[in-house]
């Protein structure tokens, strides 16, 4: 049914830039809220950028904020983020989701991906 397919992940240096891709499928990512989320090892899952479903008002983590850039292709159903000025506090496994009703960046999203790992290190 739904699903979301994260890529684009791998090993950076500090200051080097990743584009992390989320293929959907099974709805429009235009119709719906999502977002992109992050876990570090011993860390609590995070909200880095959304797309509220209500307007589509776009919200980043402040440490990302001027760094990062969420997307959307709505002829390619996919959701993008442009991760610049990588910094090592930036490692963790990476998380596209998406909620028909999503207001708030907070990890209860109703549909998740496999996941996807950024590693930022010399």
């Known amino acids: 049914q739904l699903q979301l397919v994260e890529s684009g992940g791998g090993l950076v240096q500090p200051g080097g830039s990743l584009r992390l891709s989320c293929a959907a499928s099974?709805?429009?990512?235009?119709?719906?809220?999502v977002g992109w989320f992050r876990q570090a090892p011993g860390k609590e899952r995070e909200g880095v950028s959304c797309?509220?479903?209500?307007?589509?008002?776009?919200y980043y983590e402040d440490s990302v904020k001027g760094r990062f850039t969420i997307s959307t292709d709505n002829a390619k159903n996919t959701v993008y983020l442009q991760m610049n000025s990588l910094k090592p506090e930036d490692t963790g496994i990476y998380y596209c989701?998406?909620?028909?009703?999503?207001?708030?960046?907070?990890?209860?999203?109703?549909?998740w991906g496999q996941g996807t790992q950024v590693t930022v290190s010399s």
């Open positions: 989701a998406a909620d028909a009703f999503s207001i708030a960046c907070i990890p209860n999203y109703d549909h």
């Open positions: 099974g709805f429009s990512v235009d119709s719906y809220g």
């Open positions: 797309i509220s479903s209500l307007d589509g008002s776009i």
